[in-house]
């Protein structure tokens, strides 16, 4: 296949691709696990927010939250630094606005995996963290956290799939990833089929990429079922 | 920053027309979709590794791309061959409505054919025995047995797959189309109110989804019905030949 000198450009699209989902990742995975602790909360109006959250999130596109975010953020920043006073011109560029939004949508699933893996977890394993005298957090981060997780990484794996699918959606509003570099290509080769098909491969590697991390993931968290049949 | 009700009012039906669109491209791309998928779905559920390998490679293929890149190469993609340029399909490939409808088929064959194949193989066992047991043949099994099986098994998963799709119709406005969120858009390059018309645009999605969600519970309560059966009460004088206790247990 003849790339007419425009690889760099993809190569280039790609790592801004993975850098996008790689802060998505990490920003929606801290959405995810406050949104859980919110929905398991015995605050009621906790609760009621995280489901306000996750049921507003997963009924929207996501095109529409990073339309919102890139066009209506600076506004609804300047509107809120502006009651405190400030009054210069703030803008979100792309990168942000498709990381706010991604995370966004991202923890909204995310918060249902994480309370599904918390509900698993016996509450006598709660009661015994106590019961060896430690805090409840602390509980939480070395009893019940690790095992959160083991049971949650299928889940998350699926969910950053849908992640990394969705950064195309950065592309519409400027940001200069695999599919807006596939456009600049395609604009001076003429030639979309090529060029979309490369894209598309080149999706289809990340993606495969991340099934076999995932993969590795759910053997390295789960050191029970690997055994010691050595 | 203030927050214009009037715009709002004003548009908003306008936005009810992209809805209109919206609704469109989600109820024939599903149809579609479905018809793709059967054929899809019992060939994936086959053992034989030829047959198999198709629908494998499709299924893949779709969905592990994103369907920004799927609705692009319809739209973009097809006319730079010249082959396809002057055949008799240019006609519709050169429509963005049809283009739409083709991705999003395409796409959420793939995406159906899986949740079938996984419905289709969590039919009980004994159940393809007993029909075996009576003499069915192949097809009669597919067409009296597994499929209207496999549909209530699918149904609550089938019901996620049109919310995704009404999300992922959003797309549809990157290739020129006025659905809801195409409509937004326009409007708010004439009146530069984004806020206030992409929240607008919102609710209508969230209405659309409850909508779906409602017909879907619906569709459950009758295709499932025996998920939901009751019992009524044995009565205590029953004869004690007469009791089931299978019945009774519950």
Redesign the interface.
């Known amino acids: 296949m003849d790339l007419q000198g425009f690889g760099h450009l993809l190569i280039s699209g790609t790592w801004v691709t993975i850098q996008l989902a790689l802060s998505s990742l990490l920003v929606g995975l801290v959405f995810g696990l406050t949104g859980a602790a919110a929905k398991l909360s015995k605050n009621p109006i906790a609760r009621w927010l995280a489901t306000g959250y996750t049921t507003?999130v997963?009924?929207?596109?996501?095109?529409?939250l990073v339309?919102?975010i890139y066009?209506?953020g600076s506004?609804?920043l300047?509107?809120i630094a502006?009651s405190f006073g400030y009054t210069e011109y703030i803008e979100i560029g792309p990168f942000v606005a498709g990381v706010a939004a991604l995370s966004i949508a991202f923890g909204a699933y995310a918060t249902e995996v994480f309370r599904m893996a918390m509900m698993e977890i016996p509450q006598g394993q709660w009661e015994s963290g106590l019961a060896c005298g430690m805090s409840r957090s602390r509980t939480f981060f070395r009893i019940i956290l690790p095992q959160v997780w083991r049971l949650a990484i299928p889940g998350l794996g699926n969910l950053f799939q849908v992640l990394l699918?969705?950064?195309?959606?950065v592309?519409?509003v400027g940001l200069n990833d695999i599919?807006r570099q596939s456009q600049v290509a395609?604009s001076s080769t003429?030639?979309?089929?090529?060029f979309?098909?490369v894209?598309?491969c080149i999706?289809?590697l990340l993606?495969?990429a991340t099934t076999a991390f995932t993969m590795f993931m759910e053997r390295a968290a789960n050191p029970a079922a690997r055994g010691n049949r050595g | 920053?203030t927050w214009e009700w009037d715009v709002i009012w004003k548009y908003f039906p306008r936005l009810l027309e992209g809805a209109w669109l919206t609704m469109e491209l989600v109820l024939i791309s599903g149809l579609i979709g479905i018809a793709l998928a059967i054929p899809l779905a019992l060939m994936r559920a086959s053992k034989l590794p030829w047959i198999k390998a198709l629908p494998f490679t499709y299924i893949?293929?779709f969905r592990?791309?994103?369907?920004?890149?799927?609705i692009?190469?319809v739209y973009?993609?097809?006319?730079?061959?010249e082959v396809v340029r002057e055949s008799f399909l240019w006609p519709v490939l050169k429509q963005p409505y049809w283009c739409a409808i083709i991705a999003f088929s395409l796409n959420t064959a793939a995406y159906s054919a899986e949740l079938f194949r996984s419905a289709i193989q969590a039919i009980p066992v004994g159940e393809i025995e007993a029909a075996e047991a009576m003499g069915m043949s192949k097809n009669v099994q597919i067409r009296r047995i597994i499929m209207p099986r496999a549909f209530g098994i699918a149904l609550p998963a089938y019901g996620n797959e049109v919310?995704l799709m009404?999300?992922?119709?959003?797309?549809a406005?990157?290739i020129t189309l006025l659905d809801l969120?195409g409509m937004?858009?326009t409007i708010?390059a004439r009146t530069y109110t984004?806020?206030e018309m992409?929240?607008a645009?919102?609710v209508v999605?969230?209405a659309i989804?409850?909508l779906i969600i409602a017909l879907f519970r619906f569709m459950e309560y009758r295709f499932n019905r025996y998920q939901y059966y009751h019992h009524a009460d044995t009565p205590a004088d029953l004869d004690p030949q007469l009791r089931d206790p299978h019945i009774d247990q519950k």
């Open positions: 507003l997963r009924g929207l596109p996501e095109l529409l339309l919102t066009f209506g506004q609804l300047m509107w502006g699918k969705d950064t195309a959606l592309s519409v599919m395609i003429k030639e979309p089929f090529t979309f098909m894209a598309a999706y289809l993606t495969a | 920053m893949y293929f592990g791309t994103p369907l920004l890149v799927q692009f190469l973009y993609g097809a006319s730079q061959f919310i009404l999300k992922g119709s959003a797309l406005s990157t969120t937004a858009r708010i984004p806020l992409f929240l645009a919102g999605y969230l989804s409850a």
